[in-house]
């Protein structure tokens, strides 16, 4: 790297100092530039192909432009020293001692590093998923070598070391199901519940609004538990990945309205206190 710099030095201009510094700055900004023009064209060209491609070319591009700026940086940085004339040993020599430090005490480091790079090569999740990582939920916000950031429902950020990931659940990942569960009162006619839950969800399905977000015929399961206070019946819907939860809180706005407007009461827990005279 130094003997490069060097030739760079004397090419650009070994004669006036300020002229070759001017010269090498103008370069890496053109190489920057050449990049990352390079990485947005590349994002949109995957972005008119799907949408999932555009989410993984973003990502992967989110985490290689830093690389990118840094080795610009860096050979930037040689090629200034050689300019000037300014010996790189000694900084070479205190990296060498400060890495073999940092080599005793940097495995989590490594480790993270690691992590993140089979993680962006295994496509787990992109930015503006939303996710479980290590026990947090949340979306992404960011994806780095290092870390992932999370930022949840109630707007908390949260930095999330790449080497604590084990266990990934992705809800945005192609589709979702959510699951609707209904209690109904045990006096209740069941067939007649599961009747008006599919008809529901039918003309929720069929909605202009909420239609587009939903593939497929909605399902009817049944009943699915004997409650001590109520038979839950179960439906499921497959909607569009991120419109789960918007599709799943409008389905059970309107199974409540259409159940009240039906007679079929939904219970609540009720405990009876029995006192005895003394």
């Given amino acids: 790297m130094t003997i490069l710099a060097q030739d760079i030095a004397e090419v650009i201009d070994p004669q006036n100092e300020w002229v070759g510094t001017a010269i090498a700055l103008l370069v890496a900004f053109v190489l920057y530039w050449i990049a990352r023009m390079s ?18 070319a973003q990502t992967i591009w989110t985490v290689l432009r830093r690389v990118v700026a840094l080795s610009i940086l860096i050979g930037l940085t040689f090629v200034l020293f050689a300019i000037w004339g300014w010996s790189l040993a000694p900084f070479i020599g205190l990296g060498t001692v400060l890495a073999a430090a940092l080599g005793f005490g ?23 998923d ?29 930095y999330v070391p790449n080497g604590a990931i084990t266990v ?11 699951v ?45 538990e004997l409650g001590d206070s109520s038979v839950v019946i179960r439906a499921r819907i497959t909607t569009v990945a991120n ?14 309205i259409r159940f009240d407007v039906e007679g079929i009461p939904i219970p609540f827990p009720q405990i009876t206190i029995n006192r005895k005279s003394t």
């Fill in 243 to 256: 419109s789960r939860w918007t599709v799943r809180r409008e389905a059970l706005r309107r199974i409540k």
């Fill in 168 to 178: 990934t659940s992705n809800f945005t990942s192609q589709y979702a199901q959510p």
């Fill in 180 to 224: 609707i569960d209904i209690g109904i009162a045990y006096e209740a006619d069941v067939d007649r519940a599961l009747e008006v839950l599919g008809d529901e969800l039918r003309q929720l399905a069929q909605d202009e609004t909420f239609g587009p977000l939903i593939r497929g015929e909605p399902e009817v399961l049944g009943v699915t």
């Fill in 106 to 128: 940097a495995q989590d480091l490594v480790k993270d590093f690691l992590s993140g790079f089979f993680m962006l090569m295994e496509d787990q999740f992109h930015v503006g």
């Fill in 39 to 56: 990485g947005s064209r590349f994002v949109r060209r995957m972005e008119s192909k799907s949408a999932e491609q555009g989410a993984r």
């Fill in 130 to 158: 939303t996710v479980t990582i290590a026990d947090t939920t949340g979306t992404v916000e960011d994806i780095q070598l290092r870390v992932t950031v999370l930022r949840d429902l109630e707007g908390n950020v949260h």
